[in-house]
């Protein structure tokens, strides 16, 4: 049966780590335009493997994001309302509001979300590719997100701390005594997320309930402050990384 999926792109307006973090040149490109073009090729693969039909949703707050995207070929009608664009809402209530709106506008159900985060932008076309048939081989999973091995790990090198003011491992465990031997963990890098449309069905959405991984073997972080940004303008125009974005 053919299906449908919606890719989001959220960009909110305020950013106060990296200004006008989302339409800031990266490598003489606008940030948001990487994920863009990555929304694009995946959709066309998609199309062409699985006969699947993709959307691409904008959810943003900003009109000088709006014209941005505009100039490139991303047009929207949708403007994200001010209560899912300030510091404290959630990206998913903000997700599932423009799945809504974009659902009633297009006159179409979707099948799966997949988010692709715009401070993220280090991803391939395989990683995207193979992170799908992942999630469409496990019918009990309701979502999958990208990540990659731990730089720390909390049954060995984190702390925190404890109710009477004194600091111990995060995690305990026996017999752990280096790092090769403690649990494996990974750290969310943000990059993307894939969603069975019910997962949105839910009155309080909860990203681990039942979640999968996509493990990258290469680097991949979030742009959360000036500096990670011009280190990966640097790692882009110097052609520094590993793979192509």
Known sequence: MKKNILITLCARGGSKGIPRKNIRLLAGKPLIKYSYDHAVEFGNWLLEKYGTEVD???????????????????????????????????????IKDVIHFEEENRGKNYDYIIDLDISAPLRTQKDLQEAYAQFLENPLTENLFSVNHAHKN????????????????????EQVLSRQTAPQVYEMNASFYFYKRSFFNKEKLYLFDHADIYLMHHISFDLDELVDFEFLDFLVTQEKLAIKI
């Open 56 to 94: 691409i949703a904008l959810s943003t707050d900003s009109k000088e994001i709006q014209e941005v995207c505009a100039s490139f070929g991303l047009h929207t009608n949708y403007t994200r309302p001010d209560f899912l664009a300030n510091d404290s809402a959630g990206k998913l209530d903000a």
């Open 154 to 173: 909390p049954y060995f090198n984190m702390v925190e701390k404890r109710e009477d003011g004194c600091f111990d491992l995060s995690k305990k465990q």
